[in-house]
C-alpha cells in the first residue's frame, strides 16, 4: 500500500472504500476494515508499495492518525517489515496503549487496563 492509499483507507471513518459501490466482491462491510484494530491499541501500517518505496501510517488507540513521508527502502527495512522481495504489509498492533477508560473498569477487566497505577 502506498501512503496515498492508507490515507484514503485509513485516515477517515465511514468512506466508501471498499470497492462494494463499485460491484466488487468484497470481504466484508460491517466494520471500518483495518482501522477497526485502534480499538485494541495503537496501530502501526507499514508498507512497501508498488512504488518501491517504504510507507508508514499510523492509527492511536483515540483514532487519531499520523502519516509519514514515504522514504527508499533499504535493506534493512525488508530485514526488518519480514518482507525479502516485492510488496507487502506488515500491521503492529499495541495493546500496551490500550486506553483504559471508565467504562472497562467498571466492567472488571484486569488486563490490560490494571497496569498498577490508579484509575
Do not use: W
Amino acid at each position: 500500500m502506498t501512503s496515498e492509499v492508507m490515507l484514503k483507507k485509513l485516515s477517515r471513518m465511514g468512506g466508501r472504500v471498499s470497492g462494494l459501490e463499485q460491484g466488487l466482491a468484497v470481504r466484508g462491510t460491517n466494520s471500518r476494515g483495518a482501522k477497526d484494530v485502534a480499538a485494541l491499541g495503537d496501530v502501526t501500517f507499514e508498507s512497501i508499495g508498488g512504488d518501491g518505496k517504504y510507507h508508514k501510517f499510523h492509527i492511536s488507540a483515540y483514532f487519531e492518525y499520523t502519516a509519514y513521508e514515504p522514504m527508499q527502502v533499504t535493506e534493512e527495512v525488508r530485514e526488518n517489515l519480514g518482507i525479502g522481495s516485492g510488496t507487502g504489509t506488515l500491521v503492529t498492533i499495541d495493546l500496551d496503549s490500550l486506553p483504559c477508560d471508565s467504562t472497562r473498569r467498571r466492567a472488571g477487566a484486569a488486563a490490560p487496563c490494571d497496569r498498577g497505577a490508579s484509575p
